[in-house]
């Protein structure tokens, strides 16, 4: 299992919120293009990065994309990918993989020509739950069926999933497991990125048992409850 340390970006800052609360911010840095090469440096092959101003108004920064693709690190994008355009942007920029919310949810057949814009494999749906509703627009619609979400993304070639439980978001309280099984069981071809909730090292390692393709981490990491080499250790366990 894959450990993505996660670089979320709001006002320019490296910021967690907390349930994807806006009001509810812990900031860890003011320079996001040094917080992904540091932990490119640690050993990350790919790490997450989320423009969060984007996801919340739904236009993205794309100068964020731009100056981490000339720094040459890897990342997937995320937060106000909303069209082909957007999608076509960042991954010219240097994104490794585009992770789309909205368009996933709501908008199946901008997703499917997302998909044949950039290619399956640099394409990942985000499926953010709560209360049993996969969400959009930044966690602030009402959502819809997470069945016919997850029916609607397969169907679009979508081959990988990034599942949050957005009540263990940010909480370090652990993951929803019961949310990856169901996802899971729904879409057993998808490899899946399992976020939100972890806080300690068995959870990575009950992760790992679950099979899910790789894991987003970040306030564990910030908050140092373990550094990025033992969770790397425990995902391989």
């Not at 919310?101 to 199946?108: V, Y």
């Not at 068995?202 to 140092?224: I, K």
């Amino acid at each position: 299992m894959d450990v993505l340390p996660a670089v979320e970006v709001l006002g320019g800052r490296v910021v967690r919120l907390l349930r994807g609360d806006y009001a509810a911010v812990t900031e860890y840095g003011v320079d996001p293009g040094a917080a992904v090469r540091s932990w490119v440096a640690a050993g990350a092959e790919l790490v997450h990065v989320v423009d969060l101003d984007g996801a919340r108004s739904g236009h993205g920064d794309p100068g964020l994309w731009r100056e981490l693709g000339d720094a040459r690190v890897p990342f997937q994008a995320g937060g106000g990918l909303r069209t082909v355009a957007d999608v076509t942007a960042a991954a010219v920029a240097g994104a490794r993989r585009v992770v789309v919310g909205t368009a996933a949810i709501w908008e199946p057949a901008t997703l499917a020509a997302m998909v044949r814009a950039v290619g399956a494999d640099r394409v990942v749906a985000a499926v953010d739950v709560r209360g049993g509703r996969a969400e959009g627009a930044g966690w602030r619609d009402g959502g819809r069926a997470l069945g016919e979400a997850i029916a609607d993304v397969s169907a679009a070639g979508v081959r990988r999933l990034l599942v949050t439980g957005i009540a263990q978001d940010g909480t370090m309280e652990g993951p929803d497991l019961d949310l990856l099984e169901r996802v899971q069981a729904r879409a057993p071809e998808a490899a899946i990125i399992a976020s939100g909730g972890v806080g300690s090292l068995a959870d990575l390692r009950a992760l790992a048992a679950l099979g899910v393709e790789a894991v987003v981490v970040g306030r564990a990491l910030y908050e140092r409850v373990f550094t990025y080499e033992a969770a790397v250790a425990a995902a391989s366990a």
